[in-house]
């Protein structure tokens, strides 16, 4: 009995832990990126994407796992398998405007500020002093706002209330930190996919690549291998390196429980900023400056992360070692 009851804990973190992980992943890849909510939006609908991500978010935290990620270009790169996953596999954007869609948005999004930023960064920040986490929250928010005006440009007859825009932010940065919180419970749980579990995701993405990407772009049975190749190379090296057994924890010191808080200053500043351009009618194309910042970004931290990732030396651990801990991580 008593293991029965330890057994249905540990399912239960590792479900929060997807969960939690897939919310983060969805509120910034999605919410942010959208910034408003859409005519053909609805709850069920939103609690699909959610679950969608959270099915992404499951083999990326797989593969960080597997690989022992711990350091920032192991993330970033496995940040670019959860992009590429999201935006060549789920949906075909990918392939749209070669070459420049490789980065925009599976680098320059999903990768840089969806996983680095909102999941790795964040996460970090919730231990250093207050005034630190409010201004990287400050600064989060001026560009969400800024972002969200661009839709002012891009869609100028679908233009977001200013006070619907206050509801939709804070909305989704409280169910944001509940996310986060509940991180911070199960962060010690080892994900452990078992090899079944691999394959069933694995089988599942290949048919789902297989009707959509392979079907309605031809190009993308060239191209998404080459991206998923580029990716498993340098990471396979990573796990020959690492000195471990399991990835160094990323998230190491006692969080700050007000910094918590703080983070409301998200939606606080992007909503002063989307209020301000609101009352003096301003109209830029503001998603310029996103673009030209993080497109060559995704690009040039891609291969910065494949260089040092690739650069690292095999630990002392030898073959077997490496077999047993393979074994240890996906059983």
Wanted: aromatic share 14%; with cysteine.
């Amino acid at each position: 009995m008593e293991r029965s009851k330890q057994l249905w804990k540990r399912g239960l973190q590792k479900l929060i832990k997807v969960l939690g992980t897939g919310y983060i992943l969805f509120h910034f890849s999605e919410l942010v990126f959208w910034a408003r909510i859409q005519p053909d939006d609805s709850l069920q609908g939103l609690i699909f994407t959610w679950l969608v991500y959270s099915f992404a978010a499951w083999i990326t935290l797989a593969v960080m796992e597997h690989f022992r990620v711990s350091t920032f270009p192991g993330v970033f790169l496995a940040g670019a398998f959860f992009g590429w996953l999201v935006e060549g596999v789920i949906v075909q954007t990918v392939y749209e405007d070669l070459p420049l869609s490789i980065s925009f948005t599976g680098l320059a999004w999903h990768a840089l500020i969806s996983v680095c930023g909102g999941w790795l960064l964040l996460r970090r920040m919730l231990r250093k002093p207050p005034a630190q986490m409010a201004l990287l929250s400050v600064a989060y928010g001026l560009a969400y706002g800024l972002w969200a005006i661009s839709w002012w440009v891009q869609e100028p007859g679908a233009i977001f209330p200013a006070g619907d825009f206050a509801l939709y932010a804070f909305g989704g940065t409280l169910v944001l930190i509940v996310s986060y919180r509940a991180l911070e419970w199960v962060a010690h749980v080892p994900l452990e996919m078992r090899r079944w579990q691999a394959w069933m995701a694995g089988v599942l993405l290949l048919v789902l690549f297989a009707l959509g990407s392979a079907a309605a772009e031809p190009v993308s049975i060239l191209v998404f291998p080459l991206l998923m190749l580029a990716v498993f190379l340098p990471l396979r090296k990573n796990r020959a390196a690492a000195d471990t057994r399991r990835p160094v924890d990323l998230f190491t010191g006692k969080v700050r429980a007000v910094n918590y808080w703080l983070i409301i200053l998200i939606p606080v500043t992007a909503m002063l900023v989307y209020w301000l351009a609101w009352i003096i009618h301003l109209r830029i194309p503001t998603h310029w400056i996103f673009y030209l910042i993080t497109t060559p970004a995704g690009f040039l931290l891609f291969i910065r992360s494949v260089w040092k990732t690739s650069m690292k030396k095999p630990s002392g651990i030898t073959i077997a070692e490496g077999n047993k801990a393979g074994e240890d991580t996906l059983r």
